[in-house]
């Protein structure tokens, strides 16, 4: 099983609302990542997080919180966002030990309204 | 920006023909990986190629790198409109667990 699950597909939220993402593998792997996509751009690193710790923050702003609560969920916890913070966030999971292929998740579509 | 350069950024053919589509990276790596994302989804993985290979076949795709130049090409043979897709290279960092991708490709393979 090579699946990593993201819920919701689409969400669409105010400015001043409070939201989450989730995502969620059972691959057994131990490291996870948060990448933000635009339209027609590459996915952009926003977080790592490796044994369940937060390994790599992108300089990401600080309405985006990063969770990982154990070795199969992580979460994107999401408040007083920016319209420009409308895009595709996808989730991907890896073995924590380089050389490894990621496992890509197929997003969740947020809208910033 | 950690992200590799591609080209082309957009490339049409006519099924049956073969694509080619390139990556240039900017720093050291452990591996390179190659993707496939058709509109709007996520992204599906289809070749790895760690930094001491030059050259790796899967079915239809042949990837090469060149670590000197600090390059990879993605060739698709015998192309199928079921290829249309954005192609996108990822390195990954010698520290590990750092994925960075690759501006991608937008192909588009005519019936």
């Known amino acids: 099983d090579t699946e990593v699950t993201q819920t919701p597909k689409h969400l669409v939220m105010g400015m001043t609302n409070k939201k989450s993402l989730k995502c969620e593998q059972h691959?057994?792997?131990?490291?996870m990542y948060w990448y933000k996509q635009k339209a027609k751009k590459p996915p952009e690193l926003m977080f790592v997080?490796?044994?369940?710790?937060?390994?790599i923050n992108e300089s990401v702003p600080s309405r985006f919180s990063p969770e990982c609560p154990n070795s199969s969920l992580l979460n994107l916890h999401l408040h007083a966002l920016q319209p420009e913070d409308s895009a595709l966030y996808l989730c991907?999971?890896?073995?924590?030990?380089?050389?490894?292929?990621?496992?890509f998740g197929e997003g969740s579509w947020l809208t910033v309204v | 920006s950690q992200q590799g350069e591609e080209d082309p950024q957009a490339l049409s053919i006519q099924e049956g023909e073969n694509a080619t589509m390139n990556c240039s990276y900017k720093?050291?790596?452990?591996?390179l990986q190659w993707y496939r994302q058709n509109s709007g989804r996520g992204l599906v993985h289809l070749i790895l190629?760690?930094?001491?290979?030059r050259e790796k076949h899967s079915g239809r795709l042949r990837v090469t790198l060149d670590t000197s130049k600090k390059s990879s090409s993605l060739l698709i043979t015998a192309s199928r409109a079921a290829d249309t897709a954005s192609y996108f290279c990822?390195?990954?960092?010698?520290?590990?667990?750092?994925?960075?991708f690759g501006t991608g490709t937008s192909l588009t393979v005519i019936p």
């Open positions: 991907a999971s890896s073995q924590a030990y380089t050389g490894n292929t990621i496992y």
């Open positions: 691959m057994g792997h131990r490291a």
């Open positions: 997080y490796s044994y369940e710790k937060l390994s």
């Open positions: 720093t050291s790596i452990n591996n």
């Open positions: 190629i760690r930094s001491n290979e």
């Open positions: 990822a390195t990954e960092m010698n520290t590990g667990n750092q994925f960075y």
